[in-house]
């Protein structure tokens, strides 16, 4: 394993488990990010830090990929999306900017 030789000048070679307790400190997010302004408005459906939707049909968004987030902001802020809770979030999205579009992606992928 390549990550074992490298870090075998550091010792008498590492064990698989303190490579596992290694590699998992690197999963660790280092700095949280601060929740940003409109995030309100999506707790009030969506839950706090987006991880307990107030109905079970709602998507978490907490852990969701940053691109899926944008992308999806976007369809419905364009019309582009239906059936649902869509005529709620086309309303909701038109309200956001392109900046808090990413903002918000940014901090729901990182929950």
Known sequence: MLLTAILKPFGKGISSLSLAVVLSLFSIPLFAIDAPAKEVTCRACHGAGGAAPIIGSYPKL???????????LNAYKAGQRSGGMAA????????????EIDQLSEYYSAQ
Not at 62 to 72: F, I
Not at 88 to 99: H, K, N, T, Y
């Open 62 to 72: 907490n852990g969701q990929n940053k691109a899926y987030l944008v992308q999806s």
């Open 88 to 99: 709620v979030m086309v309303g909701q999205a038109q309200m956001l900017s392109d900046q």
